[in-house]
């Protein structure tokens, strides 16, 4: 590429030109990681309650999800491919596997993370094992399964860049296009949109959980009640 220094308003020239094509990475992008995230999400959730069932459960289960966290992206895209072939459907399964460990320990540590008296209350007032479960214990471990959800979907969108490699689409198209090419253009058009996407779902996904911490909601709302109560009348 030309030597001359690169401005703003080359970047945003070149964004405008090729609008249509960066848009259609961009939902590739987000499609691959909603898609597997969403796996990821209904298996890992469950495997969370398993675990908190049973300690040997526990113990094989996170021992192997510990074992596909720790696996580089690109070696298992790469393993996956021999199986698979290349292709989206390669990068989604990767990302299934690579979500799986954040979202199965979150839930199985929020729902340890229970108070006894909660599951005590519950079993006063004649709860099935799982109506404690349902209504008390998921309720109340939901800011950490989405502590989990977050943390997933930011790795997601990292690894989901070099989905190209195996045949993949999304804004890593965009990256390895720049980098063969030597264009650094193209480079700042896949990868400023993959930073900003990873912030607004950290973002976005940590208002929710501060929404869903039902003990922070519950304090907040003993606070007013007791200044009134302490308001002379």
Not at 3 to 30: C, M
Request: aromatic content about 8%; hydrophobic content about 55%.
């Amino acid at each position: 590429m030309e030597s001359e220094h690169l401005t703003f308003a080359d970047f945003l020239s070149y964004i405008s030109r090729n609008q249509g094509l960066l848009w259609e990475y961009f939902l590739q992008h987000i499609m691959m990681v909603a898609i597997g995230l969403g796996l990821a999400f209904i298996v890992g959730v469950p495997l969370g309650i398993l675990c908190s069932k049973s300690k040997w459960a526990a113990k094989i289960i996170l021992f192997i999800t510990n074992i596909l966290q720790v696996v580089p992206s690109l070696a298992m895209l790469v393993v996956l491919m021999l199986w698979m072939g290349l292709g989206t459907t390669t990068v989604m399964v990767g990302l299934f596997l690579y979500s799986l460990n954040p979202i199965t320990r979150n839930t199985y540590v929020g729902l340890q993370q229970v108070e006894a008296s909660y599951l005590e209350s519950g079993k006063g007032i004649g709860m099935s094992p799982f109506q404690l479960l349902v209504q008390v214990r998921f309720p109340l471990a939901l800011t950490y399964i989405m502590s989990g959800l977050r943390i997933a979907a930011v790795i997601a969108i990292g690894v989901v860049t070099i989905a190209p490699l195996v045949g993949g689409g999304g804004l890593g198209r965009e990256i390895y296009a720049g980098l063969n090419s030597n264009n650094s253009l193209r480079i700042f058009a896949g990868a400023i949109p993959a930073a900003v996407l990873a912030i607004v779902a950290d973002v976005v996904l940590g208002i929710l959980q501060r929404k869903m911490d039902l003990s922070k909601r519950k304090s907040d709302g003993a606070a007013p009640s007791a200044a009134k109560a302490q308001k002379p009348a």
